[in-house]
């Protein structure tokens, strides 16, 4: 009997491996992948703009770049050197190269753009304002060969009056100090602790179901500038055993946001999946809010009862409790850049089932963007969050939440950069939320925490997600055949 069973787990085996084979070979992986040199400045731009605009203003961006040709390989500067037809298809940029023969090599190149925001009034002129020097600096970030820059500054300048001011090198620069030459202040400091301690201590019994047993990853205030996070304390996975304990880590460990694992403590398996969608700055609320109430809708279809938090940022989660206890036994694998052997004797079958985990969320996206874009009203979706040509103007799902000791935000955690709280909402509002003082909404819940409460989620089925993966298998192929962008612009996009 145990021959048996040995025999049937070697041939599931080898049926795996050679349908992983046959997709892996499908994939043509980049040689030189993308690698970006400089942090992303969005949120400065928003949190340092929003907070300096005193009125209506004309905005003048300019981004600065200086990088070596001898560090540029391929394709990447051959787009550079085509930024004319960037600059025909952009109206509102003014460029400027500086440097001499392209065939030279170390030749340092400098490139200045600048482009002028629309002139806003009205009452939300400082929404608007903002969002359009976002739009622009995005679009600006979304140039490729940009990533290989040695050198970068950023202003923002209002009427002559310069708002904004940042500059930093890359790591391979002689100029590097150790750091990039930017700073950065989250949403929550060490002097906000004791007004932190006294929202939580309210709302533990209402948050305390969602983080217990959970392993936990904490970001703790310092006095200024990037918060510390910790995941471990005696080299033992941080965890709620008991209400109080939440209080406690924010005392102890000065700690306002949450980070719980979609497993259990002393679990090796998932028991719950999260699609995490995040809209791009450019994404009409409206098109997130039908976007998600009618993904919820489609995953009910296939039996996943799932509830919504808002998360404290743009975006929202999508939960579903799940017993997900192994992996489907039609499972499309998206190939990997290992092999499956070298795969498995990393990972082995418990690997195997969180590697389905993150693929159920990315065919479940996709498929739903297929299914819609099939009756004739398709959502601009994206599962490929490196890609900044898809990511710049879509509704991102976040695939990564499915992996092992990660997680998401949990309910009632405060935001790391803006402050607000996560909440449990039922439909996606039909108007954007206001934008408050970060204690604001911390004050409001503590005095009123049933508005943390949220009905108990039974189990899904797990035949749910065999269901997808059965009627979906094509998708992952297909996908991989002809590329991110192909795949959604013929399926997905509208």
Same mark, same amino acid.
């Given at each position: ?28 992986? #980049? ?97 608007? %304002? ?50 990039? #030459? ?22 533990? #019994? ?99 009862? %799932? ?188």
């Amino acid at each position: 009997m145990e021959e048996l069973r040995r025999r049937l787990e070697e041939d599931e085996l080898r049926r795996l491996e050679e349908r992983y084979e046959k997709l892996r070979k499908l994939r043509e992986y #980049k040689k030189d992948r993308l690698h970006e040199v400089f942090p992303d400045l969005t949120r400065l731009i928003d949190d340092t703009l929003f907070k300096k605009l005193e009125g209506p203003k004309e905005l003048e961006l300019d981004i600065e770049l200086e990088w070596d040709k001898s560090k540029l390989r391929g394709k990447p500067w051959r787009s550079l050197t085509n930024l004319l037809s960037v600059k025909e298809s952009w109206q509102d940029f003014l460029f400027s190269i500086e440097g001499k023969d392209v065939q030279l090599p170390k030749i340092e190149y400098k490139l200045a753009i600048k482009v002028k925001p629309k002139y806003y009034k009205g009452r939300f002129w400082r929404l608007a %304002t903002v969002r359009d020097a976002l739009k622009y600096y995005n679009l600006v970030q979304s140039i490729q060969p940009l990533h290989f820059a040695e050198y970068m500054k950023v202003s923002v300048t209002a009427e002559g009056k310069k708002l904004l001011e940042e500059s930093f090198v890359s790591k391979d620069c002689k100029d590097y100090t150790g750091k990039p #030459k930017i700073t950065y202040k989250d949403s929550i400091t060490l002097e906000d602790i004791p007004k932190v301690v006294r929202y939580y201590k309210p709302i533990e #019994k209402f948050i305390f179901d969602d983080l217990k047993d959970r392993g936990l990853t904490l970001t703790c205030a310092v006095r200024e500038g990037e918060s510390i996070v910790r995941k471990y304390a005696n080299k033992r996975r941080l965890v709620v055993r008991k209400p109080e304990d939440i209080s406690n880590m924010v005392e102890n460990y000065l700690a306002y946001e949450f980070v719980v694992d979609t497993n259990l403590i002393d679990k090796a398996y998932p028991d719950r999946i999260i699609w995490d969608i995040d809209p791009s700055p450019y994404i009409n609320y409206a098109i997130l809010r039908d976007f998600v109430n009618e993904f919820r809708g489609w995953l009910a279809e296939f039996g996943f009862l %799932t509830k919504l938090r808002r998360t404290g940022g743009r975006g929202v989660h999508v939960i579903a409790n799940l017993d997900y206890t192994k992996r489907p036994d039609n499972y499309p694998s998206y190939p990997r850049q290992l092999k499956f052997g070298t795969l498995y004797s990393r990972v082995g079958g418990e690997g195997l089932v969180w590697n389905s985990a993150q693929d159920l969320i990315k065919v479940s996206s996709l498929a739903f963007g297929y299914e819609k874009k099939k009756k004739g009203r398709g959502f601009p979706l994206t599962i490929e969050k490196e890609d900044p040509s898809q990511r710049l103007w879509n509704i991102y799902v976040d695939w990564s939440t499915a992996i092992k000791d990660k997680g998401v935000r949990s309910l009632g955690s405060i935001h790391k950069t803006t402050g607000r709280i996560c909440l449990p909402i039922e439909l996606m509002p039909s108007r954007k939320f206001e934008i408050l003082d970060k204690f604001s909404e911390i004050r409001r819940v503590a005095a009123n925490p049933s508005l943390l409460y949220e009905s108990p989620l039974p189990k899904s089925s797990f035949q749910a997600v065999e269901e997808v993966f059965r009627k979906y298998s094509w998708v992952s192929e297909e996908y991989i055949n002809l590329g991110p962008e192909k795949f959604c612009a013929k399926y997905v996009w509208p």
